[in-house]
């Protein structure tokens, strides 16, 4: 069975980052033609969530993903304000998207709060990332979608 794969819209060259740029990177969209999905479809969690592009950076400040998703965790801004809601949003509305596009599989941005698989920012707001997933792609996986990031591409 052809994989179909959920990409995060900033991957694929859309400009949905929080600065209004993208994370295209032509060797990864060339390993991506080769890994040949039968359907790509981008996904920006934070736009779905309801955030504004451009819009503050924001961090995981307190637990993980998953207990952003369980409403035992915050994200917010570096400005202060809690978006912890417009990311379970965003999670949430990419996971209907998934399911109706019948996608098994997500290449998601590392390090970002929504999208991370691998690693993520550590809540300090000073560059430094730990050991985690994002609050999108944390639910993508518990709902049995494959999640890997473009470094897992790469390597
Ligand atoms: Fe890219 Fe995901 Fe951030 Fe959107 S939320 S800009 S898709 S890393």
Redesign the pocket.
Known sequence: MKNRMLV???LLGIN??YNNEN?KNDILLNKLSQLNPEVIIP?????LGGLPTPRTPVEIVSGTGLDVLDSRGIVRSETGIDVSEMFRKGAIEVLKIAKFTNCNCAL??DK?P??GVNLVYDGTFNHQVKPGSGVCASLLKKNGIKIFSETDVLD
Not at 43 to 47: L, M, R
Request: hydrophobic share 20%; proline share 6%.
């Open positions: 995060s819209a900033c949905c980052k994370n996904v920006c969690p934070e736009q998601l941005k970002s929504s999208c």
